[in-house]
């Protein structure tokens, strides 16, 4: 059966696509005949990959003069040719376009070229460097001056801000190198000095400190702050830390904790929304700036349009609206929003009419309609600086301009660009109303960001630094109000006198996941995770997993959903099933999330590519046939009336290097506008370019890639690759595979295995699998017990499974390589026969071999980790270890080390053991000074398997001295632990059989499980099949198959290596039953699948218990295996012992063995009574005695605490 290849994707073709400019040379474009101008400076952000280091150059080092320095386009063509001429001798780069070469082979050797530089975890790298480097500095700037309010002459400015490396201080202050795994092993954060630079004005001079600690930042692990950065493998090894470790997580009170990806819908753009029940259109638009983040709607009632606000107590017209702005001509109005179409005039004129039934004319008579109705906080708030009241009219100007579409700037009152911004919300209403399918999709991934950790702790810095400002301004001046003071002002010191709420909040929100900043109206939890460490490739995952705010609990399909727009830049396999099913999603294999670029150099080279200036233009000329808006990040900024030209020349210059590789642009013919975006949190994802049907990668550039002398960055400074976003991909026309290109093709699939993720990458022939089977595995493959990483002996984690031989699977996939899966692998290579063997395989159950288990199969350790702290009191006395004289148990205290009072590694432990005998001071009141009393308060081990210790380490902590004692267990599979494939195919052992009783085929060999065939039909999952068969081939080749999606090894080679081996095509042997000595009867589907024993074994779960603990409030048996709890009697178990009529078993299960409880009841008023005494009747006559549980007592007695008073009838029964 030959492999599925996975379909062409194709949006629909730009009309600018087919119009490129060949490769080979392409002339600096002029702009339209509105600019006027040759593009000649260099201009925008350069793109990063320019600054390479250490790389081969692509030409000889050669003298130019200042004057010979002339920018050109197509200068990544000829350092291509120029180094393809050192490498294939006289060729230039334009015979191999003009020879055509179609096939490019190995291009998915871009991949490991593109994971070195970009992707998986390099994202949240960027974002972190990115906080650091940019807005760190951007947040100082706007907030640089403290000035007294006590005496103004007095104030604090900060000049610059920069953050050190991770250090400790010794106790002689002196700065040490501080390691992640210091960190996790002492509980304490991995963090680094923030420093400023300030000026302040002192007695009778300016005086300036540099250096001045304000805080501690958290480091992000494998960032530019750490000391990880740039490390070789002896050089990790040193530090304790494994170089296959992604980094881009935070080590915070010794614990690893990430920043999960927020997904969030886009700002500062129009997003229009329909309401069918209540027959209402909205455009909404959340303005983020710097200052603020507000909402803005234009919104339909009655066929009419309004502009609803926060700042407004009710809906306010958005004819008033614009008149207040300054447009006080109706046909302007008309003009600006509706042109000369007919249809969107009549769909206007309602609202029109509504403005002249208020009888607002002019602009004066407009903000005072609003000003009566700006909400009073608002009003408020606007008041002028020495607190006059203001009129309305000022009130609501200042409304308009600050709140209302807070990121379109208003300079000097200038209201243009506000109100054509505000017009083309309406515009986009009505064409909604006239045509349904103009509504957005908010679920739609080019309407969405992604915020990393970057932008949240930027978040979070610029809350706590304010706060930081505010009260070093409260201890300012209560200084300067002092007539006399003992000293002259030293801002310096009066910074260190503060506490430290800048550490506190990094160290407070990273911990508990909870981004509380009122200041910014952010209310968020859940935001970081404990990094699980359960498997290699769960960590990973962990790392490209997106959390989204939406409610889990309501039942909405929509954001759920597998939307087109994901193809390739999210996994449509991975994510979790139940209630966060859709919701918690993963990127795919070769996406990229982009950071913030500057749009002034984007603003530049638009205009000078012939954009014409938005607020030169009347309304007629907006929407004339031919004229397209252009938007920047959002902001109207003019119009083109060469819009396939302009995009074209654009892209000519993004693939030259003049602006940065992820700034997008495309055409959206529905609303007539180009939208240039450069803003951050843009998922986007490299793609070949392809001219005039060729791809201009062609087998020679994946040559010198293979040989080293070139880079991804190359490819992209020599616009050979190119990255999109999803709304450029709708602009775009792609193939998949080479065979596909035709004249009007754009861009090439890199590989088309890439639209999965990290984890359902893992998975062999996943497109021959039905598809939740890949989605279950997605889940499992995060829960199989293996390697987690080189340095897994030296950690000491809460948890950890380790298998004691892991191996790499003998198909793999490309994902497997690149990721480093079969580095740190997680399963076994299982010789499985299909067949049924007893009754024991039913419902998924396998039959494991004796032998294999003993031989270490399924083999696993799990570490635990107890932490015991010793405490220090407040009258200086603190806990201690010493060994026991005399011995209270002397069994307990076999393995006590005389010296210390602690157990030595490698001791066997059993149930009520003592690992460590601590003493605790009998006096420990502040106060008193006797510390001469202790007691004993040793630790033991309180389950029943025994334990042996692997590490007992002393150290000290943030918190003070503790001890760490780290516990293994080897585990054999026994029946019931839990196994997978790689194929969402999960069972449990059901038997472990002899060797000798087990079939085996002609070469005398037997299989480790045996798998009832069973779950193969309604399963569907034929990757299964086809892995066993490729395996097989694999083993008796000698050599490993690839299962990668969409390709790997085809099912004809591989039948025909089973042939030539002497085996038959179809994978299937004849066995010999090992209990009968007979051969089978029929032919046994017989070969290698990789197996994964998943963290569910019996041990953990086993429980029972006879009598034990009780809740104190219920008193009833506690809950769970830790407390040695009860099993619950369910609702459901009760309905069925209910609907059996068992009454007695209900009685002796629900009271007698549970809260059986002897109270006193009266008969006359039916109320609680007790010591034969009705507290109602204040009489003992006809109290009588009654056994109910307890829990029916308490719920009496809270129904009487809320004046509900329930009576017991009593009844005689006899």
Not at 326 to 344: F, H, N, V
Not at 542 to 564: C, D, N, Y
């Amino acid at each position: 059966m030959p492999p599925a290849r996975a379909p062409a994707k194709r949006a629909a073709p730009a009309a600018s696509s087919s119009s490129s400019a060949p490769a080979s040379r392409t002339r600096v474009p002029r702009a339209g005949p509105s600019g006027g101008q040759d593009v000649k400076p260099r201009i925008g952000a350069t793109s990063t990959a320019a600054a390479g280091k250490g790389k081969a150059p692509l030409r000889p080092s050669t003298t130019v003069s200042s004057a010979d320095k002339k920018p050109d386009i197509n200068k990544g063509e000829e350092e291509w040719a120029e180094l393809m001429r050192q490498t294939y001798g006289s060729q230039k780069s334009a015979d191999w376009y003009s020879k055509g070469v179609k096939s490019v082979e190995d291009k998915w050797e871009l991949l490991p070229a593109f994971l070195k530089v970009k992707g998986l975890v390099k994202q949240h790298l960027d974002s972190f460097n990115y906080f650091v480097n940019v807005d760190i500095k951007a947040i100082l700037a706007a907030n640089s001056r403290v000035v007294s309010d006590i005496n103004p002459y007095y104030y604090i400015r900060y000049l610059d801000i920069r953050v050190g490396k991770p250090s400790r201080h010794d106790s002689n202050q002196v700065a040490n190198l501080l390691t992640p795994m210091e960190c996790r092993l002492t509980d304490s954060t991995y963090s680094a000095p923030i420093f400023v630079d300030i000026e302040y004005q002192g007695e009778d001079k300016k005086n300036r400190q540099r250096g001045v600690q304000i805080g501690m930042l958290p480091v992000m692990l494998r960032s530019d702050l750490c000391h990880l950065k740039n490390k070789n493998e002896i050089q990790l090894a040193g530090m304790g830390e494994c170089p296959m470790d992604p980094g881009g997580y935070f080590v915070v009170k010794g614990t690893e904790k990430v920043i999960l990806v927020q997904e969030q819908l886009s700002k500062n753009r129009i997003i229009v929304m329909r309401d069918p029940k209540k027959d209402e259109t909205t455009a909404e638009v959340t303005s983020s700036t710097h200052d603020r983040v507000v909402k803005t709607y234009v919104t339909t009632k009655n066929k009419r349009l309004y502009l609803r606000h926060n700042s407004f107590k009710e809906y306010i017209p958005i004819v008033i609206a614009l008149k207040a702005m300054g447009i006080t001509s109706d046909k302007e109005i008309l003009q600006l929003i509706c042109g000369s179409d007919e249809r969107y005039q009549e769909a206007f004129g309602v609202s029109l009419e509504e403005a002249a039934r208020e009888k607002t004319f002019t602009r004066r008579q407009a903000l005072e309609w609003i000003g009566a109705r700006v909400s009073p906080n608002q009003a408020k708030d606007d008041s002028g600086s020495y607190g006059q009241k203001l009129s309305p009219t000022d009130i609501a100007q200042q409304a308009l301009a600050a709140m209302v579409l807070g990121h379109v700037p208003v300079r000097n009152m200038n209201f243009r660009p506000k109100c054509i911004y505000l017009a083309t919300m309406s515009r986009r209403v009505i064409s909604a109303m006239i045509d349904e399918h103009m509504v957005d999709d908010r679920d739609y991934v080019g309407n969405k960001r992604l915020e990393l950790a970057g932008q949240l702790l930027s978040l979070l810095f610029e809350d706590s630094f304010k706060t930081f400002n505010s009260e070093l301004k409260k201890r300012m001046d209560k200084i300067l109000e002092k007539k006399s003071r003992a000293g002259p002002f030293d801002a310096g010191s009066l910074i260190r006198q503060g506490g430290d709420p800048i550490t506190s909040a990094f160290v407070r929100s990273i911990s508990t996941g909870n981004w509380s900043l009122k200041r910014f109206h952010v209310e968020r939890a859940g935001v970081t995770h404990v990094l699980s460490r359960l498997s290699f490739i769960a960590a990973l995952g962990m790392m490209t997993r997106i959390s989204s705010q939406f409610e889990k609990t309501r039942k909405v399909s929509g954001p759920r959903a597998l939307q087109p727009s994901q193809w390739g830049m999210l996994c449509p396999s991975d994510t979790p099933e139940g209630e966060a099913c859709g919701l918690v999603k993963n990127l795919a294999l070769m996406t990229h999330i982009t950071t913030d670029v500057p749009e002034e150099p984007l603003l530049k080279m638009a205009f000078l590519l012939g954009v014409e200036d938005i607020s030169l233009l009347t309304g007629n000329e907006l929407y004339r046939p031919g004229v397209h808006l252009v938007q920047v990040n959002g902001t109207l900024i003019g119009v083109t009336h060469l819009a396939k030209r302009f995009v074209r020349t654009f892209r000519k210059l993004r693939r030259a290097g003049r602006t940065s590789e992820f700034v997008s642009i495309y055409i959206n013919h529905h609303h007539r506008t180009i939208y240039i975006a450069s803003d951050g949190g843009r998922i986007c994802r490299p793609m070949i370019i392809v001219e005039k049907g060729r791809p201009r990668v062609t087998s020679q550039h994946m040559k010198l890639l293979k040989e080293g002398k070139v880079t991804f960055d190359h490819f992209l400074r020599s616009g050979l690759v190119e990255y999109l976003d999803v709304n450029e991909e709708n602009d775009s026309f792609i193939a998949c595979y080479e065979s596909e290109i035709i004249q009007e093709t754009t861009h090439l699939e890199i590989e088309p295995f890439t639209i999965l993720g990290a984890v359902a990458g893992l998975i062999p022939y996943p497109h021959h699998n039905q598809s939740p089977r890949n989605t279950y595995q997605c889940a499992m493959g995060k829960q199989a017990i293996g390697a987690i990483a080189y340095n897994q002996l030296n950690r000491i984690d809460t948890l950890l499974y380790l298998m004691t031989y892991p191996q790499q699977p003998m198909v793999k996939t490309k994902t497997i390589e690149l990721v480093g899966y079969n580095k740190l692998p997680a399963g076994q290579n299982a010789t499985v026969a299909v067949m049924s063997y007893s009754g024991y395989d039913i419902e998924d159950a396998l039959i494991l071999n004796r032998a294999s288990v003993d031989r270490g199969f399924g083999r696993c350790h799990v570490l635990k980790k107890q932490t015991i702290p010793m405490r220090t009191f407040a009258n200086g006395s603190h806990e201690r270890t010493a060994y026991p004289d005399p011995l209270p148990r002397p069994d307990a205290y076999a393995f006590i080390d005389r010296a210390d009072g602690m157990t030595a590694p490698g001791a066997t432990i059993n149930q009520f053991d003592v690992m460590i005998h601590r003493e605790t001071p009998i006096d420990t009141r502040g106060g008193t000074t006797n510390t001469e009393g202790y007691k004993p308060s040793p630790i033991t081990h309180k389950l029943p398997e025994p334990i042996q210790i692997d590490k007992v380490m002393i150290t000290e902590g943030e918190d003070g001295s503790l001890i760490k004692i780290l516990t293994r267990q080897t585990r054999r599979p026994e029946l019931g632990d839990k196994f997978s494939s790689r194929h969402g195919q999960k069972g449990v052992c059901g038997l472990i059989v002899p060797q000798a009783d087990m079939p085996f085929n002609d070469q005398g060999i037997v299989p480790d499980i045996i798998m009832n065939p069973h779950g193969f039909p309604s399963r569907m999952t034929v990757g299964k099949m086809i892995e066993l068969l490729s395996g097989k081939a694999g083993v008796l080749a000698g050599k490993l198959q690839y299962g990668t999606a969409f390709g790997g090894s085809k099912v004809v080679d591989m039948s025909q290596i089973l042939i030539d081996k002497g085996f038959s095509y179809a994978g299937k042997d004849m066995l010999t039953s090992g209990i009968t000595g007979q051969p089978m009867e029929a032919y046994v589907y017989f070969g290698p699948i990789y197996y994964q024993k998943l963290k569910h074994m019996v041990m953990d779960k086993m429980h029972a218990r006879p009598t034990g603990p009780r809740a104190n409030l219920t008193r009833q048996p506690t809950e769970g295996r830790s407390k040695d709890g009860g099993l619950r009697l369910g609702e459901m178990e009760r309905d069925c012992l209910i609907g059996y009529g068992a009454t007695q078993l209900l009685l002796e299960r629900l009271m007698i063995s549970s809260d059986a409880f002897e109270t006193q009841v009266c008969e006359t008023c039916g109320m609680l009574g007790y010591n034969n005494w009705c507290p109602k009747c204040k009489s003992g006559k006809g109290v009588i005695g009654l056994t109910i549980p307890y829990a029916a007592k308490l719920l009496i007695q809270e129904l009487m605490g809320m004046n509900i008073m329930p009576k017991l009838c009593m009844e005689d029964t006899v």
